[in-house]
């Protein structure tokens, strides 16, 4: 399978942000992050990708279906509770670009789209001189019963791209899981970089 990875512009993303929405909730709904996603909600969580000035949406196309989606912005732009962490530790958040999320259907991994959508994020920071890096990881308890005999974490791909967990650091944010009728906080680790 052929791909091509690249950004999109406000008005590519504003046209396929249904698209986008429903990739999410199919990959989501996966280990670790058990989401039990919905279109309205998506739509609005979407739209603050819409409203930052300097945020960034990486597309992964095969052919013209769209197969993996990267989203970014300046750290401030996003919920408070993710810089919160980052405040406390004395970091201004105007110097962090955040990764939020990147999205892949299954049979498209491995096959170097991570790279290239990390590869856009990290130059856009630069472009905007931003000095770090960050994203969060959903942290779930290792005797989970919904956890996957052969899940493997993605944490020697992040640290061979140069981002470390900041030990003992960790945001919080809701969502709500397959089965649950509302809505939980999690526990996400903090990963970080220098640019």
């Known amino acids: 399978m052929s791909t091509e990875v690249h950004v999109l512009t406000r008005e590519a993303f504003a046209a396929a942000l249904d698209e986008v929405a429903r990739l999410r909730i199919a990959v989501f709904r996966d280990w670790p992050y058990l989401y039990d996603g919905d279109l309205e909600y998506e739509r609005r969580y ?102 996957p005999v052969s899940f493997r974490t993605n944490d020697a791909f992040w640290q061979g791209r140069g981002y470390a967990p900041l030990e003992g650091v960790f945001a919080e944010y809701g969502w709500r899981d397959i089965g649950a009728t509302e809505e939980t906080r999690k526990q996400l680790q903090v990963w970080f970089r220098a640019l």
């Open 46 to 147: 979407l739209s603050a990708y819409l409203d930052s000035r300097d945020s960034l949406v990486v597309g992964a196309f095969d052919g013209t279906r769209l197969v993996g989606v990267s989203t970014a912005a300046p750290m401030e732009d996003h919920a408070e509770e993710l810089g919160a962490p980052l405040l406390a530790l004395g970091y201004a958040l105007e110097e962090v670009y955040y990764c939020a999320e990147s999205v892949l259907l299954p049979e498209y991994r491995g096959r170097g789209i991570g790279h290239a959508f990390f590869d856009a994020r990290e130059a856009k920071a630069r472009a905007l001189g931003r000095k770090y890096m960050a994203f969060c990881s959903v942290k779930r308890p290792e005797d989970h019963p919904l956890r």
